[in-house]
């Protein structure tokens, strides 16, 4: 249904250019839920904002790749033709909803403006559907909330109310940049299990961005991990979780304190930083901080390829040399597999 | 000054096992309004907080943004002065203290905050950040060049180079800023360090570099923590024993096993249960409580059990009564209160709920037969 080939946005600033996408690739198919997972700074915002058109262009600038969503280029179509698959065909649900809402526009009338803006309704219409679809995502006494302001919501009212906005126009493809990182865990569970009721009622496809990788495990079919603008590994959700291939994606797991394990085993932090994406390492991007590396990672920047069906990695190394490697790292670790 | 306080405190035998204390600590912010701004009701942060820390243990402190944590560590250093309550500091209750004596005090208890890009201030170099303890205590040698020798040591402990020491902040990235947070919180040996969010605020690959350097200062200088985290799981893998807090009051505290293995406050199981864990079969097959609504505003707490409007098992009785932290038994079964009490106030399991989750039991299937355990 959605189909990205090759996405590269980059930006023009003073300092040089800033590849924040350099060549990303995915497909979306409709119910699906493709997950996201990378750190602050990897892409992953800027490859949503690619396909919502939403980047400020200056000084962003896409020279190469196609993002095609219903037998239409999207990098190619009108202001005007992109403003109506905006919001109605494929919406967004933005990290803060602290910040996303208007505070000077009642909620209910932020929501009518998109359902108004695609949909032929009257204006009692339009107020009627806002009103259900605030009952849909479980805001209790709809009629009154409507005609309260953004500051009268609590963190978790307001993420509804932003689904509920996106959700106005029961839109193909949903996109869902970190919805749950600014609100605590039991929050979180409200608006994550109400996600999922809602995939299953209207059969959304959802892009889940999001850097925790327990999230991605509880909702997605499909992880994409990216690393400095590019997608380092794609797979189905189990065989990222259980059968990492791309050495980031492994250390990034073996980073995290677990609350399934016992407490006595010893983090690996990935060591230094993220690169600039103005100046990126030689080779691969990953292998100044990579606990796998040899010499050629340094000369030889990997392509993404399939290294076991459907699953592909960017690693020159081969599937055995990463499964030693992951064991000799485990035993220093004293991680028992 | 220090010395004696130094000396007072090592011969003082009641301080026993504990670093800290804190008894009955409360701090309930008055809300004016009007023209007169009079006070027309209280925030009650922290609601009457008992809480020990053993020397050279980490104990965990978590809960939902809004619960008073932040608040506890403040009024634990005096940054905040507190409503009612005593916080013992080997041995001796520091809320009577004046500025001076305290002074004394503070050097041995130090605060590492959450935000590094903005607990760090941006005009000065790293060398002053990290030497203004020592300035401020007047140790660390006598001349500008020893002080200076002792945070380039600093910074080579904490993992940064010597060489940084001209820099400035903005030079760093978020992790290596935390560092300059710890180079400072150790500069001055500090018996105790009061993590407050340190790592939330940075990204997953780079809260592992921090947690791990915590875990080997405090091996290596003998420190103890008050880890304050709303992650469950970095709470997990670095506390001894873990307090949850809601609404001002801690309804939870126990070793870090009994309570992430055995969790009796229907609050804490619910939290456990809401956190998603990185393991896509375990998730499919877990059974999730998912709590309702949101936290009630601490400025009109409900009546009788803090929790009952959210919880999945509250009966009648929890509205009109308040539970009291009281021992729980683990693995123990029926003499729960005979047992844990004989180890004392502070030892065990202890959880504020008249039905609490027992062994086997799902959270959701609220017990009618479990006795009321009176007050």
């Known amino acids: 249904m959605l189909e990205v080939n090759n996405l590269k946005t980059h930006f023009r600033t003073q300092d040089g250019v800033v590849k924040a996408v350099d060549g990303v690739s995915f497909s979306l198919e409709a119910g699906e839920t493709l997950g996201i997972v990378g750190e602050s700074g990897s892409g992953k915002s800027v490859t949503a904002l690619s396909i919502m058109q939403l980047n400020p262009k200056p000084p962003a600038e896409y020279p190469e790749g196609e993002i095609i969503f219903e037998d239409q ?7 005007k033709r992109m403003q109506e698959i905006r919001g109605n ?33 009257s204006k009692s219409e339009a107020q009627e559907k806002t009103i259900q679809v605030l009952r849909d995502v479980g805001i209790a006494n709809p009629e009154r909330v409507v005609k309260e302001y953004p500051h009268q ?15 106005s126009c029961n839109p193909k493809v949903l996109i869902a940049d970190e919805p749950t990182t600014a609100l605590d865990v039991t929050i979180q569970a409200q608006i994550l299990e109400l996600m999922v009721d809602l995939q299953e009622k209207y059969g959304t496809a959802i892009i889940m961005i999001t850097h925790d990788l327990g999230v991605v495990s509880q909702l997605a079919d499909n992880v994409m991990v990216m690393y400095a603008g590019r997608a380092v590994e794609q797979a189905t959700t189990d065989e990222v979780f259980y059968d990492p291939l791309m050495p980031y994606s492994w250390s990034l797991l073996r980073s995290l304190p677990r609350l399934d394990t016992a407490g006595e085993v010893r983090l690996l932090p990935i060591e230094g930083t993220p690169p600039s994406l103005i100046f990126l390492p030689d080779g691969c991007n990953f292998s100044p901080r990579c606990p796998f ?17 459907s699953h592909k990695a960017a690693c020159i190394l081969s599937v055995e040399e990463i499964e030693k490697n992951k064991r000799r790292v485990d035993e220093e670790l004293g991680v028992e597999t | 000054m220090t010395e004696s306080t130094e000396t007072s405190a090592e011969t003082n035998g009641s301080s026993g096992d504990f670093l800290l204390q804190t008894k009955d600590l409360k701090m309930h912010f008055p809300i004016r309004a009007g023209v007169l701004q009079r006070t027309v009701g209280h925030v009650k942060a922290v609601d009457g907080v008992d809480l020990s820390v053993r020397r050279g243990e980490t104990l965990g402190l978590v809960g939902e943004s809004g619960c008073g944590k932040s608040t506890l560590a403040r009024l634990i250093l005096r940054l905040l002065e507190p409503t009612e309550g005593e916080v013992i500091f080997d041995g001796e209750n520091i809320l009577g203290y ?3 004596r305290m002074l004394g005090v503070r050097r041995n208890m130090q605060i590492v905050f959450q935000d590094p890009y903005a607990s760090l201030n941006p005009r000065m170099t790293v060398g002053n950040i990290v030497s203004e303890p020592l300035r401020t205590h007047d140790v660390g040698g006598d001349s500008s060049g020893d002080r200076k020798k002792r945070v380039q040591e600093l910074l080579e402990v904490v993992g940064l180079s010597p060489e940084h020491y001209n820099r400035y902040p903005h030079e760093f990235s978020g992790g290596q800023r935390q560092r300059i947070g710890v180079a400072r919180a150790i500069a001055l040996n500090p018996r105790l360090i009061i993590c407050d969010e340190p790592v939330s605020a940075l990204d997953v690959s780079i809260q592992a570099q921090v947690i791990n350097l915590l875990q080997d200062l405090q091996k290596e200088f003998d420190l103890t923590y008050v880890f304050i985290a709303h992650d469950l799981s970095v709470v997990k893998h670095i506390s001894d024993r873990v307090a949850v807090m809601y609404l001002g009051k801690i309804v939870e505290i126990a070793d870090r096993d009994a309570l992430y293995d055995e969790p009796r406050h229907p609050y804490t199981a619910s939290l456990l249960s809401a956190i998603p864990v990185p393991d896509p079969h375990k998730e499919r097959e877990r059974r999730r409580v998912v709590l309702s609504g949101d936290v009630p505003s601490p400025a009109n707490p409900p009546q009788g059990c803090s929790f009952h409007t959210r919880c999945p098992r509250a009966q009648d009785y929890c509205t009109n009564h308040e539970p009291r932290l009281e021992p729980q038994g683990d693995k123990v079964g029926a003499e729960v209160g005979s047992g844990a009490e004989a180890s004392g106030p502070t030892e065990g399991h202890r959880a504020a709920c008249f039905f609490p989750v027992l062994e086997g039991q799902h959270i959701e299937e609220s017990e009618t037969s479990t006795p009321y355990r009176a007050e």
């Not at chain 1, 280029?73 to 202001?79: G, R």
């Not at chain 1, 109310?161 to 959700?167: D, K, N, S, Y």
């Not at chain 1, 010499?295 to 390829?305: A, G, M, Q, R, S």
Request: include cysteine; charge should be negative; glycine fraction near 6%.
């Open chain 1, 153 to 167: 919501f609590s963190g978790g009212m307001r993420q509804r109310a932003m689904i509920a906005m996106g959700l």
């Open chain 1, 73 to 79: 280029n999207l990098l190619e179509t009108s202001d």
């Open chain 1, 293 to 309: 590396v040899k010499d050629e990672c340094h000369e030889i920047d990997p392509d993404l390829e399939e290294k076991k069906p």
């Open chain 2, 98 to 100: 004046d500025r001076k």
């Open chain 1, 89 to 121: 065909d494929i919406a967004m649900i933005f990290q803060d909803p602290m910040t996303s809402l208007n505070p000077v526009f009642t909620v209910g009338n932020q929501i009518r403006e998109a359902i108004r803006i695609h949909q032929n309704l």
